[in-house]
């Protein structure tokens, strides 16, 4: 029942900005975890940032601060990755995924996450 619908993947110039979006659906828990992943071909999967949504607590991988900014609005069951000053690296399928009834110190990149959505694709060019 439990659904991660994500959108907002295209391509976008060096140095340009996306936002993608994750709407999660079919829940009713009030302490989700919300992470954000990508995988470039050849690549391994790579956690990006995690918002626990009962707080509005964030987390970001270190490599990514100052560049990637993630957010929700609660009124729309949507969590945002904000992907600034993009660079020909960052392309990959981006996905987000989440756990309910996680918890502030659970809630990261390192979750147990159950549900995960289909991806989005993001290219940069070079």
């Known amino acids: 029942q439990v659904q991660l619908v994500e959108s907002g993947g295209g391509s976008v110039q060096n140095g340009g900005s996306l936002k993608l979006s994750c709407v999660v659906s079919g829940h009713t828990s009030t302490s989700l975890c919300v992470g954000w992943f990508r995988q470039a071909p050849g690549e391994e999967r790579e956690g990006v940032a995690a918002?626990?949504?009962?707080?509005?607590?964030?987390y970001t991988a270190g490599d990514l601060k100052g560049r990637f900014t993630i957010s929700q609005d609660n009124a729309k069951n949507a969590v945002y990755l904000q992907m600034n000053r993009a660079q020909f690296d960052d392309s990959a399928m981006y996905y987000c995924?989440?756990?309910?009834?996680?918890?502030?110190?659970?809630?990261?990149?390192?979750?147990?996450?159950?549900?995960w959505g289909q991806g989005t694709q993001v290219t940069v060019s070079s």
């Open positions: 918002i626990f949504t009962e707080s509005g607590t964030t």
């Open positions: 995924a989440a756990r309910l009834d996680s918890s502030l110190l659970g809630c990261g990149i390192r979750e147990d996450f159950q549900y």
